[in-house]
């Protein structure tokens, strides 16, 4: 079965950059057709897409985080990373890593979920 398994601190400083892994198993980050995103869902809100990266490494974000979010990947490890630049209180949430599925360029749904990390933005 495909599972998915995020790692990285749970408190990040403001102003510094989040990082975070997912470990893909079951499934290539690699295969044909196959996309990989990160969403997030801050408390009490509901969950937000940041962006996704393709089988063959391209990358969309959502336009609000589109100037802070980086997600690369290391194909050897089976691992794609989300990096959120200048974070503030607001970054903090609980971060999902999922397979997702590809309409064109947009994101319509995800069928493979990580079980989320809690990530607080505090000094």
């Known amino acids: 079965q495909v599972q998915l398994q995020e790692s990285g601190p749970g408190l990040v400083r403001p102003s510094q950059t989040l990082s975070l892994t997912c470990t893909v198993s079951?499934?290539?980050?690699?295969?044909?057709?196959?996309?990989w995103s990160w969403i997030r869902q801050p408390p009490e809100k509901g969950l937000e897409w940041i962006g996704y990266?393709?089988?063959?490494?391209?990358?969309y974000y959502s336009p609000s985080l589109s100037g802070r979010a980086s997600i690369s990947r290391d194909t050897s490890k089976n691992q794609f990373t989300l990096q959120l630049s200048s974070v503030t209180p607001e970054d903090t949430a609980v971060y999902y890593c999922?397979?997702?599925?590809?309409?064109?360029?947009?994101?319509?749904?995800?069928?493979?979920w990580g079980q989320g990390t809690q990530v607080t933005v505090s000094a």
């Open positions: 079951g499934d290539s980050i690699t295969r044909n057709n196959d996309f």
């Open positions: 999922a397979r997702t599925i590809v309409s064109g360029i947009l994101p319509v749904g995800h069928d493979y």
């Open positions: 990266i393709g089988y063959g490494g391209s990358t």
